[in-house]
Structure formats: structure tokens, C-alpha cells
């Protein structure tokens, strides 16, 4: 007798699956909707799953770029230019947010000056104006804190001797008795003058600590440096989210709003507008105080050392403190907040018609954020080294040994001789050359802080040459890929001309990697 086929018999795992004949209405009910969840959930899966290998796909052509350097060097202003190149709808979106760092801009940097002076009595000894390129040890009257104090020159560049080509000493005071009792008076009346406007800004002074918790969201970080205030990667969405939890009534039709963009209000933090009414309040007490001679001179002298963005807003103090400032694109550029850990900006960007998104990945450059970079060496294709060739004269803030020039040195030798960056696209950016050629025409002697340069010429030309000298030889000695180091001289705060160099980095990373990986 012939045995039935297999084909002619029910499918058991359908058999093993029936219902039981028993199944009550309510257990159907319920049997029905567990199996549409679980057919949903199955099809949510495979829809992730598609999604991912899109995305997988699509990253195999995106450009994933590195903004490495110290502190202070630009790198977060060269992110600001390609924003505004590649995406410049989200300045506008985040215009507002600025205004509390550029209040705290303003306001640190008085309380710069003010701590300063307090150090010297509010007074200048010498009244001659030649500029001394190493600042000189306190006066008997100083109280050491280290603002007057200058480290040793560096000789690490070319493996100077390290001679010192003149050590700091005291200025020379006269005691001859040609020194008039008028002379005295006038100073007597300055430092008085000063106390007053001290006493003045006092409660403007006192507004620091609340903008830097705003900024910073009460967060601080041991040995932060000059800043004293650090922000993490969307930091501006957060200081208007902060604002608008401090707004306990809304704003009235007669209340002035300034706008950030066409088409886009924002309301304005209440504390962030209390110091602009502060700021409008003591704007003639800031005029005076920025041209006091005392504080001119000791700017001279190279007592008072300001960064390039204290000077930038004292210099705008009237527009800043306008009751209906709003910051401009420049002014966005030259505010100064501190970056910690890494912010990834994404742009799509047109090469010759294709369309590539750029992951561009902003780092904390103080030393102790240096070992966050790492994680994201291994994918990376391009990157962007910038350093200040205007810090000649500066050392670091975690250090006051080490010259910011040589720390860039450094840097950059561990950059190019990293096993997981041999094969990337490398571009060096010489950063700041405006406020090189500023402090080579005031004088300063760049053989005063960094020995090995001699006595070459002290003109912008041979110096810049220099210090790309010692660049370039550093990535020769760590090349064993044979790359090319592309090169450009800087001033990141100059749209026009970054942009153009942005286009450039752009062309030779297209031509350089996205032509060697085949993907046009």
C-alpha cells in the first residue's frame, strides 16, 4: 500500500500555531492583537535595519574632519566660518545666546584691568613711553600675584643655550630730586581717579560670577585658566532654555525685543538683560577707564597683557552697550568662551557637485582635555592643526613654564607621529598673523622670549618663515607616508579671507582622500 505524500499532509508548525477550538472571543481578541504588535515590532526592525545600512552606506562618503590645537588658538573661530560658510542659518538661530558671552567678554576682561592695577597702587612709577618687551618684577608695592611675572625666554625651538639675552629686572626709578612735587600730585590724582571708578563698577564687577554660571550651568573645571568658565557642546540651545525657565511673566507689547533673524523672535533672559542696563549705566566709567593713561601705560610697559577679544569689545563698548544690542556676526567671531570635551558641527558641502556631509569635530585645546582627542582618531580623515604664531611672547595657562610656541611644537609632533593619523589628510593653519605683525610693529623682540631665533630680522616676514621652518620640519621627521602638509597663513577672524582658504582645504581634501577612496 502506497504511503501518503508529506505535500498532502497539514504544515505542522501552521498545525502546532491553530488556535484551540476552545478560544473564547475575548482570547481571540487578544491573540489577534499580540500578533499585529509582534508583526509591527518585526517590521519596525527591519525598517531599523534598512535605515542603518543606508546610513552605513552614505558614511562611507562623508568626510569626517579634526580641529586640533591648544587652547586659544582659533579653532573654535574657524568652526564659526564654516558655519557661517556651510550652514549660515544657525548663527542667526543662535544669535542671541552670545550676548551673555560677550557680557562676560566685557566685564572679565574689566575685572582684568581693575586686579591689575590694584596690584601697583593704581599707579605707573616711570612716565616714558618705551615699550619693554619683558615685563618687569613688581614694584615694592606690588603684591605678587604673578601678572607682573615673566618665565624664562624659551630655547627649545633650535636647542638654543638658553641665555638669557637680558633678564627681567625692575624698572629704573629716579630718586634725583628733579622729580616735582606736580608730578607726584598728578599721580596721587589718578590713583584716585581710579579708585573711584573701581568703587564705580564695583556692582558690575560683582555680575561675573552669575554670567558664568549661566554660561557654564554651574559646572567648573580645576584649573580652567584665564576664562574660568568652560561650556559644553550645545551650550547656546541651553542658555536660552536657561532664560526661559527664569521668565516668570510674559513680555508686554511695549517691551523691546530684538530680533535674530527675519523671522525668528527670541525672549531675552531677564538676568542677561539687567547687565546690559549695567553696562549702558557705566559706559562713560568704561571709556575712562580704558583710556586712563595709567592703564594705557601699563599696557605699554606689557604689565597689563589683554587678549585680542578684551581689546576687540573695550574698543566697541558703545555699540556693546546699547540698550538694543544684538551681536554681530563679528562680534560672534571674536567672543571668547572655553570649549571642554568635543563638539561634532555637520555640514553638507557641495564639491564640484556632489553633495558630502562633513562631521567637523571642535576640541578642548587646554592640556588636560588633550586625551579626550583620541577616541576620535581612528576614522578620521582630515585634519585641521591650528596654531597661534602670534604667542611668541605667551605661556600657558596650565604652565607658566612652557611657551605657547613650543607647546604648538609639541602638539603637533604627537599629531604627526601618530600610528592612527599616518595617512591623514594633514593641513596646518599659522594662525593670528594680524596680531603678529601688531606686536612686531609695537617692537617686541621675538629673541627675548625665544633665544634660538638670534638675531635674524625682527620683521613679519622672517619670523613667520621661522616658525613654519620648524613646523614643516617636525612633519618631515614624522612622514613616512610621504603626505603633503598643506599650509596657510591665518586670521581666522577675517571672513573673507578664511573663506577662501576654507574653499582651498575643501578642493585638496577632495582631491587628496574622496579621489583615493573612489568615491567620485
Known sequence: MRSPSLYSQDDPITAAMKPPSTETDSERALRLEAEAEAKRVSEQIDEDLREERERLKKKKSDVKLLLLGQAESGKSTLQKQFQLMYKPNSIDQERSSWTAVIYFNVVHSLKQILNTLEQWDDVLDDENGDILDIAPEPSHRAKGNGIADQPSPSTSLMGGNGTVNGSPGSVAHSDAP????????????????????????SPLMAAESQLADRLSGGITVS??????VYVRSGWQARTIENALTMIKRPSTANEKRPRISE?????????????????EACEEDIHELWSNPTVKGMIAKRRLKLDEWSEFFLRHISRVASPDYVPTTDDILHARIQTMGVAEHIFDVNIHGKLVTWHLFDVGGARGQRHSWVPYFDDANAIIFVAPVSAFDQYLEEDPRVNRIDDSLQLFT???SNALLKSVHLVLFLNKTDLLKAKLDKG?????????????????ETVVQYFRAHFLQVHRRNNENRRVLYTHFTSVVDTKATQRIIGNVRDSIFRGYLQSAALV
Not at 612735587?181 to 563698577?201: E, F, M, P, V
Not at 584649573?223 to 574660568?228: F, T
Not at 523671522?263 to 553696562?279: A, H, K, N, W, Y
Open 178 to 201: 628733579s622729580t616735582s612735587n606736580a608730578a607726584g600730585s598728578s599721580k596721587d590724582a589718578g590713583a584716585i581717579q581710579i579708585g573711584q571708578l573701581r568703587r564705580r563698577l
Open 223 to 228: 584649573g580652567s585658566g584665564k576664562g574660568g
Open 263 to 279: 523671522s525668528q523672535d527670541f525672549t531675552p533672559d531677564p538676568m542677561v538683560q539687567e547687565i546690559g542696563r549695567m553696562l
Open 414 to 416: 604627537q599629531v604627526c
Open 444 to 460: 617686541l623682540k621675538v629673541r627675548k622670549y625665544i633665544t634660538s631665533f638670534g638675531e635674524r630680522s625682527n620683521d613679519y
